[in-house]
């Protein structure tokens, strides 16, 4: 059952990238601003991860579900690709509501 975790989460990032590209939210409306954001949302949470690490806040447990892969101590694949999971997620939601406050807004 190696990898289903890092296969589920490449899923729902799969899912993330139509549902950008199905209503223009980050991606194709600003794409060098886009992958900034999101690279600079991971980077962020690598280093948050990598002092709660470091603090010992963060512990890696052992899991059949994941790959077993660490990047460094504590630290799992899986964990970068969820980090770029969740800010992907953060800016599509994000983008999503200013177009529905915005419509709102033109229909009043």
């Given at each position: 059952m ?15 990238v ?17 992958g ?18 470091s ?10 579900w ?17 980090l ?10 994000l983008?999503?509501w ?11």
């Open positions: 190696n990898g289903v975790y890092a296969v589920s989460l490449m899923i729902s990032a799969a899912c993330l139509l549902l950008d590209i199905r209503f223009d939210l980050v991606f194709r409306r600003k794409p060098l601003a886009a900034l954001a999101l690279a600079i949302g991971i980077v962020f949470f690598v280093v948050w991860d990598a002092v709660g690490i603090l010992g806040v963060f512990h890696h447990i052992d899991s059949r994941a790959t077993g892969v660490l990047l460094a101590p504590a630290f799992p694949l899986e964990e970068i690709m969820f770029g999971f969740l800010s992907y997620l953060t800016l599509i939601l983008s999503g200013r177009r529905w406050r915005d419509s709102r807004e033109t229909t009043r």
